[in-house]
C-alpha cells in the first residue's frame, strides 16, 4: 500500500474536455500529473453531448418523464465517462478506480432531478487513495437513504466537485473546461477582454449569475460555504493556471479587491411591473410567495419611493418564465388591489461586478456617466453591495459593454484598478 | 395497496425488442396486458447494438480493458433500457418503476464479466409489487458482496430472467425476441422448418449448444435446475404462443418424447487429434485439464478403439481456439509421448437432437442411411442419451440438414413422430 500523500486534490472535468476517447487520454495524464504530487479525486461529467441525446430520447419516449426515472436515465452518462476515464488512466499506467455516485458516498436528499447532497460517507473514497489509486467518481448524480438514484440538477458535477473538496479538506479543486479562465467580459463581444488571475467567491457567484457560463453560481456558493480554493482551467491547455477562486476574506488581507472586476450581459431576462399597488404591509411578500411556490426565480427587484399611497413594483426574471408569471400576477392583480400589470422581454441586463465597490463612491458614476456618453437610456437600477445592474434596451448592450470594460480600464492590465 | 396477484410472470426483451423508442411502446402494452393477470417482473436488455457500441469504444479507450471498469462501462447499456421501459410504462397509464441490478438485490460472485448469481435479494422487487407497480429490472448485472458492479456475461439477460422466475416461484418466463420460436431447423436452410409448440429443457440445452441462437444454454439450464417453465416468443407477434419449453419429466408424462426434435449445423467447430498416445491412465485428463486452464471448451470428445498399445484422442473445439489449443498440445505432446498432432477447422458438425431417440434404435441408422444415400462421408461421430453429432466436410452440410430434416419428417408435422 502506498503512503497517503498529504494534500488531496480534487479535479473536475465538463463533458466538452471527456467527449472523445482523445480527449479522455489527455485529462487522463492531466491526473496522472497530479498523481505525483496529491491523492487525486477525478469527477467526471457525461461525454459531449450525452444527457441531451438522453433527454431526447425521455421525451420521445414519454414527454412527462420526470422524477426517478429521468434520474435512473440520466445518471448514465456519468457512468460512462467514469468507467473509461479509469480505463485510459489504468492504459497509461497508474492504478484508477471508478465509483458511481452511490458508492462514493454521495447520500442525497429525496428531490429527484434536484436533489441536495445531504452527506459524503468517506470510507470509500478513502480506502481506494490508500490503494494509492486514482478515483474517478460520477458527477451530478447520489443516492437516497432508500437507495434511489438521484441526480443534483443544474451545475450538479461542479457542485459534485466542490463537495468532495470540502469533504475530503482538498488542497484546492481544480474546474477544467473548454476556456482557459475567467474573463472581464465576454471575449466574443470584448476582443481584448483579460483573464482574470483571481476572484472571490463572492465576485464569481454574481458574475455566474450575470450570464458568465464558465462556473455554476451552486457549485460557487457551496465552495464560498466550505472556504474551497477553485481554479477555472482549461483541459486543452493545462499548462496555464487559469483563474484562482478564492475567499474574500484572503483577497481583502492581500489587499487585492478590485473595484471592477468583471462586465457582464444577461439578454435572457424579462421584466414585470406590477402598477398601483396599494402601500400596505404583506402585499410584496404576497407576490414573491405565489412566484416561488410556482418555481419562478425572480432577480432584481424594484420598488421605488412611493406616490402617495401606492407603489409600483418590478422585477426581473428570465424570458422563458414571463408567460407563467404574468399569469400569476393576474390571478393576484385583484387581491393585492394592483392597477394594472406591464411586461417587456426586449430588454437587457449589463452589470458590473468587483468586491471593492462599496468603498468607492465614484463606480456609479463612472458607469452612469459612460451610459450617458454613449447616448444609452438606462430603464432600471439595482445594486447589491459587490454588483450594480442596469436595464438597457438590447441592441444597445454590446454598445454598453465595450464602453463599460474601457471606462474601468479593465483591457489595459490584469492589476486591481482603484476607481 | 393493490392485492398481490396469485401469479407472478416474468417477461424479458432482448435487444432488437428494446431498439427504439417504437419498440418500448410494444413491449410496454405487453407487460400491462399481462399485468391484469400476473405480478410483472420485466427483464431488459440494452437496447439494440448499445452494448457493441460500448466494447468499441472501451476498445479504443483501452484495448486491454476488461475486468471491474468494463462491468462499470457495460452495465450501463440496460440502465438505459428499464429507465425509458418504466417511462413508457408509465405513459401508457400503469405505475411502474425501474431497478438497476443492486437495486433488484442480485448479488454475484465476484469474477467480473462472467459473474454468477449467488442470491436474489427479494424484498425490493416484493415491496414494489405489492404496490400494484410493473418492475423493470435490468438484466445481466448484479452487484457483489463488496458493492462492486459485475456483468453475467454471455445469455446474462436471458440468466437473470430464469434466476428471477425461479426466485419469485413465477408460473412461467416468457424470454420474448426477434423469432416467433424455436424451429426444427434454421429455416434458412430449410425453408419449411416447422416452429415447436414443445421441447424439453434438455433437448433445447443441446439445440442451444449447438447453434440455435434463440436462447443461451446457460439459462435454459438454470431453468431446467429449478424447474422453470419458459416459452420462447416473438416481441412483434405477441399474439403468437411460441415454443414451451418444459421439463423432460413432465414432457415424458405426457408421452410427448420425439425420437427427433430439431436438427443444427454448427460451422463455427474445428477439430485436433493427437495421434500415438500410450495406453495408459491419466493421459486424456493431462490433455483436457490443459485446455480447460486456458478457458477452451471442448465440445466433442472421441476416443476409438485402441490399437495394440496406443490411442488416437480426438476432439472438437471453437475455431476461434485452435491456435492456441494447437499450441498447447504442442507443448504436452512430448510429455504425454504422443507422436503427431493432426488438425481440421474445413468441418460442419450436423446433429438430431431428440429426448425419446435412446428408446427408439431406428434413429441413428436412419441418420447414418440419410447421410450414405447423399453420399456424405461421415469423419467423426460422437453420440450423447438425446443427441447425435457428426462431422461431415462444410460443403455438404446444407444438403444434409434438408436430408435428415425430411428424413425424421420434421416439416411435415409438429407432431411426435415415432421412428
Redesign the interface.
Known sequence: MAPLKKTTLVVKFGGTSVAD?EC??RISKICIREAKEHNVIVVVSAMGKTTNT?VD??N??????RG???D??L??GE??S???T???I??LGHPA??L?GW?AGFITESAHNKARIAEIKKE?IEKHLANGEIVVVAGFQGITEE?E?TTLGRGGSDTSAVALAAAFKACRCDIYTDVDGVYTTDPRIVANANKLELISHEEMIELASLGAKVLHPRSVELAKKYNVDLRVRSSFEPEKEGTKVISLKRIKEMELTKAVTGVALDTKQAWIGIMGVPDKPGIVSKIFTSLSKRNISVDMIIQSVPRETYNDVAFTLPKEDLKDALAICQEILKEIEGTKIVSDSNIAKVSIVGAGMINRPGVASTLFNTFAKEGINIQMIATSEIKISCIIAPDQAEKAVKAIHQAFELETSSEPVIA
Chains 1, 2 share one sequence.
Open positions: 476517447p479522455i487520454e438522453l430520447l425521455a420521445k419516449v414519454n414527454p412527462n418523464a426517478r426515472e429521468l435512473m436515465l445518471a448514465t457512468l460512462v467514469i468507467a473509461v479509469a480505463m485510459s489504468q492504459k478506480v471508478s458511481t458508492q470509500r437507495g438514484v
